[in-house]
């Protein structure tokens, strides 16, 4: 499988010639959608979700689907009959070749004032878990978790402390947009530069197009 970082929170997974994305929201590129057989949308927010990438996919290729929350699905399904699929938390279903469950519920709290929104997490073919806007716990042991590392509900202290309890082989920098080129100063004495990390886990920085083979 390979794994490659787009922009902010979006990844795009390759294996057996066929291409899964996850997340290709406002702040990932124009065309981080294009070309897939399935898409993966953890929640209605836009930085995961871009009505305009995700319509460019299913236009330009019709066997390509999606699956995603209520809020998003009510968004796409008349225009896509049959390919636009409503999940949940618990539910296990296979797109383009991967085995995907669903993990969550709700998005992380920003504040007590902003009500929350539902959120789901996939765990993809048992080692790949995509947490979208929580600090959601998979439930099973993941090779690779993706990590949200910035964002305006969390705090380092419980990115380490959530690095520790999923304890993965490797933990892969998303939701990163909003850092500066300074940013990395500061957290990789915490989280650990290339190499062992938190917990034993190694810690991956990748520049949106950079992949990784998993």
Do not use: Q
Not at 161 to 189: F, G, Q
């Amino acid at each position: 499988m390979k794994l490659t970082k787009k922009g902010h929170a979006c990844v795009r997974l390759e294996k057996a010639g066929r291409v899964l994305v996850v997340d290709p929201g406002g702040f990932s590129e124009p065309d981080a959608a294009a070309g897939a057989d399935a898409l993966l949308v953890t929640h209605e927010h836009p930085d995961h979700f871009d009505e305009g990438r995700l319509r460019a996919a299913l236009d330009a290729d019709g066997a390509c689907e999606l699956w995603t929350l209520r809020s998003v699905a009510e968004r796409l399904a008349a225009a896509y009959p049959g390919r636009v699929h409503t999940v949940g938390h618990g539910d296990t279903f296979t797109a383009a070749g991967w085995e995907v469950e669903v993990h969550g519920e709700l998005h992380a709290v920003i504040h007590p004032d902003i009500p929350r929104v539902t959120n789901v997490g996939y765990v993809l073919d048992g080692s790949v878990f995509h947490p979208g806007d929580a600090l959601t716990l998979p439930g099973r042991p993941v090779e690779t978790l993706l990590l949200p590392v910035h964002a305006p509900w969390n705090k380092l202290a419980e990115v380490i402390d959530y690095v520790r309890e999923v304890a993965p082989a490797r933990a892969v920098d998303i939701h990163n947009a909003l850092l500066s080129d300074v940013a990395p100063l500061v957290y990789d004495r915490m989280l650990g530069p290339a190499g062992p990390g938190i917990g034993g886990a190694e810690h991956i920085r990748l520049a949106a197009g950079e992949s990784l083979a998993l």
